[in-house]
């Protein structure tokens, strides 16, 4: 498994910008896709983008296209995601996660064998 630690969240207003980080540990990470999802309050955990493990194949959920970037550093085991133009409905827990599996699956919580611990995010309106 890899050990994933995301960096902390914040509070920022509407039409802000935030971009968290995900620092990895164990395994060699460069081999793994990468993806981050996010859990409003009772709503269910929901995919935000993956990336593959080279970083050539990128998927955004349709509610960030155009918002959110991620990007990975293989060589400092890191991979980030930059939010920018945020909106109220963005507000939830972040979490990264690394998967040893397919790139097929990558929209799939349950693809994924690891989980950081997840880092509130508040947007305020």
């Known amino acids: 498994q890899v050990q994933l630690v995301e960096s902390e969240g914040g509070l920022v207003q509407a039409g802000g910008s935030l971009r968290l980080s995900c620092a990895a540990s164990?395994?060699?990470?460069?081999?793994?896709?990468m993806g981050w999802f996010r859990q409003a309050p009772g709503k269910e955990r929901e995919f935000v983008v993956g990336?593959?493990?080279?970083?050539?194949?990128?998927d955004y959920a349709d509610s960030v296209k155009g918002r959110f970037t991620i990007s990975r550093d293989n060589a400092k085991n890191t991979v980030y995601l930059q939010m920018n133009s945020l909106k109220s409905e963005d507000t939830a827990v972040y979490y990264c996660a690394a998967t040893s599996q397919s790139w097929r699956g990558r929209r799939r919580s349950s693809t994924y064998d690891s989980w950081g611990q997840g880092t509130q995010v508040t947007v305020s309106s």
């Open positions: 990336i593959s493990w080279s970083g050539g194949n990128i």
């Open positions: 164990g395994r060699i990470f460069s081999n793994y896709p």
